[in-house]
């Protein structure tokens, strides 16, 4: 009877992922579940050519799904070798061992899985790193540990015997918070936007919170509450030059910044 946790940006809180067709489920939570099949290779093949869903066939580690999703379900620590962006390219074949590989540049750790993530066709695991959590020598800060991993920075993985740390409830409610995966301050903001992608940002919002503030002829304001981030500013960019931010101010500077070094580079 497995049940995967699975948080979808699509929607402001957590949804239980049921194996089973015949359980009733939205039509939302329908082509998630669609969408993982079609990422892991079980859709059906009188259904390949009806439902299309975005999918990057040379994403990396999604071989891992299986062995996380047991991990979550089963309630168990998982060791795991994570490698950063710059660590040498030769790192692959390393076995799983405790602690930093220098030379690699490769990091094992033990972490207790909470839930996989999905954003913008890349998978996370958010979970609590206990190697980091372990080693806070007492200044352990509210959710020390937490982190979410990419999974095409994860080489390897294995299911440990030890349980797993309850997921605190806060960690949920702070994923309500987000575009994306980057954590950061959180601010209200109000964007104006033209008319015709006024209608287009209503029809898809950029965040569960989004509310309409005011409209006319010529377009109108949107505010949400979010924390700003990387991923805000690259959803914000799609609508480029069409849209106004009024507040904060901040967030303008910092997007008329980001613009001012992009159009350096493509002088």
């Known amino acids: 009877s497995g049940n995967l946790k ?146 095409d920075r994860i080489l390897k993985t294995e299911l440990l015997e030890n349980n797993a740390t309850p997921c605190p409830p806060q960690i949920l409610t702070d994923q309500e918070r987000l575009i994306g995966f980057t954590r950061g301050p959180l601010v209200k903001i109000r964007i104006w936007f033209d008319t015709l992608n006024l209608a287009y940002v209503i029809s898809k919002p950029l965040h569960w919170s989004q509310g309409l503030v005011n409209d006319d002829t010529h377009g109108g304001i949107i505010e949400l509450e979010v924390e700003k981030n990387r991923e805000l500013m690259q959803e914000l960019i799609q609508y480029f030059p069409n849209f106004r931010i009024m507040e904060p101010e901040s967030l303008r500077l910092e997007f008329l910044e980001m613009l001012t070094k992009m159009m350096e580079l493509n002088k």
């Open 6 to 151: 699975l948080y979808t940006q699509q929607r402001g809180e957590t949804l239980q992922l049921s194996n089973f067709k015949d359980l009733p489920m939205n039509n939302k939570l329908q082509l998630l579940v669609k969408k993982i099949e079609n990422h892991i290779g079980i859709l059906p093949e009188d259904e390949q050519n009806i439902i299309v869903t975005e999918y990057n066939f040379k994403y990396r580690g999604f071989n891992h799904f299986d062995t996380i999703y047991r991990a979550i379900k089963e309630k168990k620590r998982l060791g795991l070798n994570y490698k950063p962006f710059l660590a040498p390219t030769d790192a692959e074949e390393l076995s799983l061992s405790t602690g930093y590989n220098k030379k690699s540049g490769v990091f094992h750790w033990v972490v207790s899985p909470f839930f996989i993530k999905e954003y913008n066709n890349r998978w996370h695991l958010v979970c609590q790193c206990e190697t980091l959590r372990n080693t806070s020598k007492g200044k352990k800060a509210k959710n020390a540990g937490v982190v979410n991993i990419a999974f």
